[in-house]
């Protein structure tokens, strides 16, 4: 149970979750580290915890470095249980620690845990506390991605503690981006955006505007890894994803029965091929719904099929439509497609979900029963036709 220095008398003292495969319905096939993380001065002051069944790995590390009774502070940037679910159990240990907390983290605290015989503090942005040679300080970023969330950041080690944004699921002993490959971080660091933080875009614009003027040459989220070398480029990469900036790039996600939906989706294909605009085609039966979301954050057309089953669609698109709705992608540009025996109803189903992520729309394309060489050549065309 190594404890890692991260700064001088600043230590990684979290936990690596091998086993997690989902997390919140989207799956973690890297698995997952809830980081806490140390902090020795004159007061010594643990920033997050981590799952509750992770808390012998976190104490184990912890008492490597300091007898974990003499932790005089708690900071809980975020009362979600991933990282707060074991500050009941190091509190057993520190009796005398404090809790930090934001405001509403305090009653986010108090409903989890019913702890109101706990030392607890409440702060604000602008608030800071002294340490010793330290001070903590401390920002509100409400809904990155919860009510409660706030950073801490620690100035005299230009260190920023942001809990959950700049996070990725990845379980790995390596511990910062410079030794892990960065294509990688960057793909789950994506997946973790479009699948956690999406929704909230507009509140992460809020939070980046606010981190830009702070000195920070290190970046400790509250998942994965540590950034230190390619700091500039996943704040880059938030600033892209929270304006919903979108590339030429399409997803196409459909479901079939008998084959012909699947036929529409690979002539839609072509067209998005032939016009050199990068294509992902992924059949729901068989493709994770999470992925596909990664693939949506940067695409400009999102395409939607199914047949019509029982009046309806497929339940695997309906899946990912909810999905997709619940995240909120804006500013780009639908296309809903299908075939029916007798009904039909899909197609236009799909379309009323899709025009709150798509305010434009292509023209839906609708077949009955088997499409015909010359129907294939009418969805190029209306497909063409809306690339114009």
Not at 252 to 258: E, F, H, V
């Amino acid at each position: 149970m190594k404890d890692i220095k991260i700064k001088e008398n600043i230590y990684w003292v979290g936990g690596i979750d091998w086993d997690l495969k989902d997390f919140h319905g989207y799956s973690t096939r890297r698995g997952s580290t809830y980081n806490a993380y140390l902090i020795v001065d004159e007061k010594i002051v643990l920033v997050d915890t981590v799952k509750h069944y992770l808390f012998d790995e976190m104490l184990q590390r912890i008492k490597k470095i300091i007898d974990p009774s003499k932790i005089d502070y708690i900071v809980s940037n975020h009362v979600e249980m991933d990282h707060s679910g074991a500050i009941p159990m190091i509190l057993d240990i520190a009796r005398n620690a404090t809790v930090i907390t934001s405001p509403n983290g305090e009653k986010g605290l108090k409903k989890h845990f019913k702890c109101d015989n706990w030392n607890m503090k409440v702060v604000n942005t602008g608030d800071s506390i002294n340490i010793g040679k330290r001070n903590l300080h401390f920002v509100l970023m409400q809904m990155v991605h919860w009510p409660d969330s706030m950073a801490t950041y620690i100035p005299e080690e230009k260190l920023l503690l942001p809990n959950d944004a700049f996070g990725q699921h990845i379980a790995t002993s390596e511990r910062f981006d410079d030794e892990v490959d960065l294509g990688i971080l960057k793909e789950e660091a994506a997946k973790y955006y479009a699948n956690i933080v999406l929704p909230h875009s507009k509140q992460v614009n809020s939070a980046l505007e606010a981190v830009s003027s702070l000195e920070v040459d290190m970046i400790a989220p509250s998942h994965g890894i540590i950034w230190r070398q390619n700091i500039g480029k996943i704040i880059s990469l938030y600033k892209k994803w929270a304006s919903n900036s979108t590339d030429e790039k399409a997803v196409i996600a459909y479901d079939t029965m008998w084959g012909a939906t699947e036929k529409i989706a690979h002539a839609v294909k072509d067209v998005f091929e032939e016009k050199g605009i990068t294509t992902v085609l992924a059949n729901l039966k068989t493709s994770d719904i999470s992925d596909i979301m990664t693939d949506v954050l940067d695409s400009k057309y999102i395409c939607v099929g199914s047949p019509t089953l029982n009046n309806g669609m497929m339940p695997t698109v309906a899946a990912f439509l909810t999905l997709l709705k619940g995240l909120a992608p804006e500013g780009r540009k639908g296309l809903a497609f299908g075939s029916y025996g007798w009904g039909g109803q899909s197609i236009g189903q799909i379309e009323e979900m899709l025009k709150e992520a798509c305010p434009e729309m292509f023209d839906s394309i609708k077949v009955q029963y088997v499409p015909t060489d010359e129907f294939i050549e009418d969805v190029k065309n209306i497909v063409k036709g809306g690339l114009r």
